[in-house]
């Protein structure tokens, strides 16, 4: 481990005023991480472009003191830190324009699991929603699924216990950082996770949990996943952000429907109105939409790639390493021209073999 690298890594997420957009821009503009430390600020806007003015205001030192700290933390913990040039860092996070610039965890999970769901919800769980989590946690058991939720109160909680008990991987994203926990009630489960599964975060050491770092936190558990599942939800709050958040990135969305009467079924139903969610009512529901059930289907699959001609299996293997893949990148890596790859995909659709996504990006539906 190169521990001077990972310290300017972890400095350039903590600079202030630069974003997720000027940082990648920071880093793809200048020959060495620690040039964006070491060079002048004109130097800096001579290879980046980005104003000087901005970049007088980035606090270099402060931030190298920061990154110092929470290296030093991250060593006494055990814990671990991806920057997200690394193959390691969430591939799905990487697809979203505000992904976070370094990532931080403890526990025992892979950060690029084939298969990831987030479980959101209200905090005010009623028995309704405890039986729904229950129903879905012990479908997906021995699915070798990663569950990701909150830590929050009511459902958060409700998905990890009950993945703990069931003994399904589940991480938990924060909205503060790793040298702390909120709410502090949930530390025993946060304990229990961390030996099949964790906790992860984008915040450094000595973030209060305060009310503007849960958005954020929001999108983590929205891009981090295949797909989002609201379990009760008012029309307004938390699980609504994560899942229009999810609808932006792309990924699948999915809602129980509840009593019209009940509030707390009021923002899945209108999810499913509005066309912002699929309607499920039973774990069995979302293994089909994902394609996951895969006792049924695996036979088929070998029989079905046996069938393929030799241009499909090249574009089906691609597809295989990536959850999507755009197009022009599909075209890129199998040396096939735009109309070869247009007739392929045409073909492999009408096949149900890929589904074209939003944007011309095309994933695998088995």
Known sequence: ?????????????????????????????????????????????QKTGIAISLLKQMKRNEALEKAKEQLEYLEKIDGKMVFFTEEEFPRRLRQC???????????NFEMNHAKIISIVGTRNITP???RLVEELIETIQNRNILVVSGLAYGVDIEVHRKCVEKGIATVGVLGHGLDRLYPSRHKNVAKQMIENGGLLTEFTIKTNPDRENF?????IVAGFSDATIVIESKEKGGSIITANLANDYNRDVFAFPGDIDKPYSSGCNKLILDQKANLITCGSDLLKWMNWDLEKKEK???????????EEKTIVELLKDES???????????????????????????????????????????
């Open 1 to 45: 481990m190169n521990k001077k690298n990972d310290l300017y890594k972890i400095a350039i997420s903590l600079l202030h005023g630069i974003g997720p957009v000027r940082a990648i821009q920071l880093v793809s503009k200048t020959d060495e991480l620690i040039d964006i430390f070491e060079l002048s600020y004109h130097q800096l806007w």
């Open 97 to 107: 324009p505000d992904t976070p610039i370094v990532m931080f965890s403890k526990g």
């Open 128 to 130: 309704y929603g405890v």
């Open 215 to 219: 958005p954020m936190r929001n999108r």
């Open 300 to 310: 088929r699959q070998k029989e079905m790639f046996i069938e393929l001609l030799p």
């Open 324 to 366: 999507e893949l755009h197009a022009d990148v599909l075209c890129f890596k199998s040396n096939f021209s735009p109309s070869q790859m247009n007739v392929i995909l045409f073909n492999l659709e009408m096949s149900n073999i890929v589904q074209q996504l939003p944007g011309k990006r095309f994933r695998l539906l088995f």
